[in-house]
């Protein structure tokens, strides 16, 4: 990079913001895929408005940027893979605002998914989409890959959430899209647009976020199945039954051979197994809909039905399903999840 390019950065973001170590240059050159490549600089953006005189002089200087939040990401975008700056957001992280009464949170893209779950924590609230990578990954991260996890059947991903955004675009124009209402219908949905673009329509500075009550009751069943037909059956029979499960998993054989090579589970080896679980605000509530998952499993010639009488019989039950992920991406890097 020129001299005179890095002096220009410099006098955005300040001595301090400002990296080209090579030390940074090596942990900005990967995230959790298997692609990788040094930038020519790292910058630490602590405001909109250095953000966008970042991209005026990029885009004026033709410089590839790279947003990044925790580099957790899995396929490979907050890689800069043809060099120039890594826009590191992880110090834009306050939470901005929570709203009880509006049923919204306005935060900064570097904060952390778990920092705000705390945060909405003591009122009862939470933020649903819950990515496995939750504890470390950065919302401005989430959003720019719609990210979800294990409850996305019932409660969506991170795209049903967001309200609205600010975003700077290539050419350093700040703009807002949405509104901070739960109804919001008139013009185009430039949000959605923008949630799941991995960085590449412009870099997301604030973000507006639907919040839920949390449910404070769950009921927790698994059952196993000689054939995949069975579960398969289980599950579309388990839609008209009139419930929608917090979460329902089906597991099957390839699955399970792996987690019991790769971890002491000693998971029975069958053909298929599910793991459903039922959320809400009394156990009468979440048990009758349970009942209803189970009598379907009943239905299905199931080799056995175990339900979950504690909290810790709950974890040990999930505990399988969580443990697939890290067991198939130690076999193979390259496989598909959705
Ligand atoms: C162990 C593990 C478990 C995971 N589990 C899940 C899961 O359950 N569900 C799931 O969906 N994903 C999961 N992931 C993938 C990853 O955690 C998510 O994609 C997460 O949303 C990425 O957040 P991040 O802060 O790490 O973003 P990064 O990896 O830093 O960036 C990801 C993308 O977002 C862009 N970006 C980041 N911040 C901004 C911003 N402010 N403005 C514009 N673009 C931006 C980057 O340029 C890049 O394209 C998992 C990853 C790991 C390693």
Redesign the pocket.
């Known amino acids: 990079m020129e001299e005179k390019i890095k002096q220009m950065l410099i006098d955005v973001v300040g001595d301090k913001n400002f990296t080209d170590h090579q030390i940074d240059m090596v942990s900005y050159s990967y995230?959790?895929s298997e692609h990788r490549h040094r930038p020519t600089c790292g910058l630490w953006a602590e405001t909109t408005q250095q953000i966008s005189e970042i991209l005026k002089i990029a885009n004026k200087e033709k410089i590839p940027v790279?947003?990044?939040?925790?580099?957790?990401?899995?396929?490979g975008?907050?890689v800069p893979i043809k060099g120039g700056i890594v826009l590191d957001?992880s110090r834009?992280n306050k939470i901005v605002k929570i709203s009880i009464q509006d049923r919204l949170a306005i935060v900064q893209?570097?904060v952390?998914?778990a920092e705000l779950e705390n945060a909405l924590s003591p009122y009862g609230f939470f933020f649903p989409?819950?990515?496995?990578?939750?504890k470390?990954?950065?919302?401005?991260?989430?959003?720019?890959?719609?990210?979800?996890?294990?409850k996305g059947a019932k409660y969506g991903?991170?795209r049903d959430y967001v309200l609205g955004l600010q975003?700077v675009l290539p050419d350093g124009r700040v703009m807002r899209t949405g509104s901070k209402t739960m109804k919001s219908v008139s013009g185009y949905d430039l949000t959605r647009l923008?949630v799941g673009?991995?960085?590449?329509l412009?870099?997301?500075?604030e973000i507006i976020l639907k919040i839920n009550p949390r449910p404070t009751v769950t009921s927790t069943a698994l059952a196993t199945f000689d054939r995949l037909d069975d579960a398969g059956r289980v599950v579309s029979q388990i839609m008209f039954t009139g419930i929608i499960p917090s979460a329902l998993e089906i597991l099957g054989r390839h699955t399970i051979q792996a987690i019991n090579q790769n971890t002491d589970l000693n998971l029975p080896e069958v053909d298929a197994m599910i793991l459903a679980e039922t959320d809400g605000h009394t156990a009468e509530e979440t048990d009758f809909q349970m009942k209803k998952i189970i009598s379907v499993f009943q239905k299905n010639n199931p080799r056995e039905i175990k339900s979950a009488k504690t909290e810790e019989e709950a974890r040990e039950l999930w505990m399988a399903r969580k443990s697939a992920?890290?067991v198939l991406?130690r076999i193979k890097t390259h496989f598909v999840?959705e």
Not at 129 to 134: F, T, V
């Open positions: 995230d959790a790279i947003p990044r939040g925790a580099g957790t990401g899995l396929s975008m907050a957001l834009m893209p570097g952390v998914y989409p819950d990515p496995a990578s939750g470390v990954s950065t919302l401005g991260g989430n959003v720019a890959t719609n990210a979800g996890g294990l991903t991170t975003v923008f673009s991995e960085g590449t412009g870099v997301v500075t992920y890290g991406a999840l």
